[in-house]
């Protein structure tokens, strides 16, 4: 439950500061169709404005569940880590943090990076019998058919 208010917290201050840079350049270019010291009490007083944060607020509230998954695959964590790291190196993800039981992959670009949100990391746990893969959910599903060839399933 902390991870998930986390990464919805992480979304919601993402979009506001988009929609202040949108604002500024809306300002700048004199397409706004109120004045600048007017702009925080249109958008928190009238009911379009309402209507816009309120919609952040709840596009934050669901991005965790919409945007991340799990995955589990029948490997072995120790036995099968070659395989793993190669198979995220042929997708653009080098190991970052590594243990006994977990394993956390990260896009090695930083231009990859920045276009994740710096959501990019892909942890695998192990419980014996299954590695579990947890991330964004467009990365685990283009890597998961990558993942199978390696481990040759």
Do not use: H, W
């Not at 397409?31 to 816009?52: D, H, P, Y």
């Not at 709840?58 to 589990?72: E, Q, V």
């Not at 990260?106 to 990859?112: E, L, N, T, V």
């Not at 419980?127 to 481990?151: M, S, V």
């Amino acid at each position: 439950m902390k991870i998930y208010l986390i990464r919805s917290a992480r979304y919601l201050l993402r979009m506001i500061i988009i929609l202040s840079v949108v604002f500024a350049l809306m300002s700048l270019t004199n397409t706004l169709n109120v004045k600048s010291g007017q702009l925080l009490e249109a958008l928190f007083l009238s009911r379009r404005g309402l209507i816009l944060v309120g919609l952040l607020l709840a596009l934050a509230a669901i991005y965790p569940r919409l945007s991340f998954t799990r995955i589990d695959l029948r490997a072995d964590l120790k036995a099968d880590r070659e395989a793993l790291v190669n198979a995220f190196a042929s997708y653009g993800y080098i190991p970052t943090k590594e243990s006994d039981a977990c394993m956390v992959f990260r896009a090695a670009k930083p231009i990859k990076r920045l276009l994740l949100q710096y959501d990019d990391a892909i942890t695998i746990t192990s419980d014996g019998r299954f590695i579990t893969l947890e991330g964004l959910k467009k990365e685990l599903y283009r890597i998961e058919p990558r993942l199978n060839a390696f481990l040759g399933r």
